[in-house]
């Protein structure tokens, strides 16, 4: 990739590297840990059909979705300071490598582990389903209204995508019908004389040369109208990420507060009993109130970022949704005009050919 920038703190202003998806991977899964609070974007899919992994669209789609995740990284006033950004941006291949491969994620801990993870959430799923433990959840109204906002704009985007691939597809099936319809007419113009086959000939070429634009519109329809809409699905399951992550955070606040209240309580009873374990309990108090204090401090920052988040994502969606909607409509203008052209520019040769 090649990348431009006018930030003092890089090695120059331009560089070429080379880089692996699993490279984007390794950026996007690091300024999440790094920077809660903060909307990650979201990363193109990786096909997981092999037919189509090697294709020439699905190249173009996934270069264009891996330059935007990139550009929307450096163009965030946070994410742009990132060290890991810079690294991803310089280093060689083998420092990628490298860093790959170290065990720094949730995903790369080792199967025991895994284990150990899968039976602390089912022993607390059980507890709450038992009535043990209730969950802990966050009585915010601007909280709750922003969630059935996120969740509701990812099954109208989904609807929204789901048909956009139904009109690029029914594109592409007129412009191949129309292809095997001029070919056809062509041929039949050929067995016919004069008028009526120069007509048939003129209107199996008409078919072809529609069937083109149908196919280019059909590819412009892809990349500018259903690729954004699947995009911001994919920036809305991000958002969703960056919920569960806030919902972690109250979590344990609540949690270290309750410990902290059974700790003073039961300092409380040995300074009573003025037993010799009062140090040793002054000194776990004193650590799980700076731990929750810690703990409040890292909730608060992560609401006051997905507030500042949710402005700058809604202002960047009302532009990007703007284009996406105004190139559609203008395609289909252009192609709508380009169809009825073509056939009324016809239309007086095959009236001539009936009437005769």
Same mark, same amino acid.
């Given at each position: 990739?090649?990348?431009?920038t006018?930030?003092? $703190? *890089? ?10 998806y ?8 690091r300024?999440?840990?790094k ?14 059909v ?7 669209e ?21 994410? &742009?300071?990132s060290?890991?950004?810079k690294?991803?941006l ?7 490598e490298? @860093? ?5 994620? *949730? ?22 389903? /038992? ?8 009585s915010?109204? +601007?909280?709750e209204?922003?969630?059935?906002y ?12 789901k048909?956009? *691939? ?6 592409r ?5 129309l292809s ?6 062509k ?5 016919e004389g ?7 000939? +003129?209107?199996g ?9 149908l &196919?280019? $519109? ?13 995009? *911001? ?13 806030r ?20 300092l409380?009873k /040995? ?12 000194? $776990?108090?004193k650590? /799980? ?12 920052t ?6 500042e $988040? ?8 009302? @532009? ?7 190139n559609?409509s ?16 016809? @239309?007086?040769? /095959? ?6």
């Amino acid at each position: 990739m090649f990348w431009q920038t006018n930030f003092p $703190e *890089y090695q120059g202003p331009e560089k070429i590297v080379i880089r692996r998806y699993s490279d984007f991977v390794w950026l996007r899964d690091r300024l999440f840990e790094k920077y809660k609070g903060i909307f990650i974007p979201p990363l193109p899919e990786k096909s997981a059909v092999e037919k189509f992994r090697f294709s020439a669209e699905f190249i173009e789609m996934r270069r264009q979705g891996l330059d935007l995740f990139v550009n929307r990284i450096a163009s965030h006033p946070e994410l &742009q300071q990132s060290e890991d950004l810079k690294t991803f941006l310089q280093a060689d291949e083998e420092t990628m490598e490298r @860093l790959r491969s170290q065990d720094t994620g *949730y995903f790369k801990k080792k199967p025991a582990d895994l284990m150990q993870i899968f039976k602390d959430v089912q022993s607390k799923v059980s507890d709450v389903v /038992l009535g043990k433990e209730k969950p802990v959840e966050e009585s915010n109204p +601007e909280y709750e209204k922003l969630k059935h906002y996120i969740f509701e704009l990812e099954n109208h985007l989904a609807e929204a995508q789901k048909h956009a *691939y139904r009109l690029v597809k029914r594109h592409r099936e007129l412009g191949e019908s129309l292809s095997d319809f001029g070919k056809a007419a062509k041929l039949l113009g050929a067995c016919e004389g004069d008028a009526l086959g120069k007509a048939f000939s +003129e209107l199996g070429m008409k078919s072809e040369a529609l069937s083109v634009k149908l &196919q280019r $519109e059909a590819h412009q329809l892809l990349m500018n109208f259903e690729e954004p809409l699947k995009d *911001y699905v994919r920036a809305v399951q991000s958002i969703k990420a960056t919920i569960a992550e806030r919902a972690n955070a109250f979590r344990q606040q609540c949690e270290l507060a309750e410990t902290m209240k059974l700790k003073e309580i039961n300092l409380d009873k /040995l300074m009573l009993t003025r037993s010799d374990k009062v140090g040793e309990a002054e000194i $776990e108090y004193k650590e /799980l109130k700076a731990e929750s204090e810690d703990s409040t401090r890292r909730f608060e920052t992560i609401v006051r970022l997905m507030n500042e $988040e949710i402005v700058r994502f809604q202002e960047q969606k009302t @532009l990007d949704m703007g284009i996406a909607f105004h190139n559609f409509s203008k395609g289909q203008a252009r192609l709508a005009s380009s169809i009825a052209d073509a056939w009324r520019t016809l @239309l007086p040769k /095959l009236e001539a050919c009936s009437s005769s």
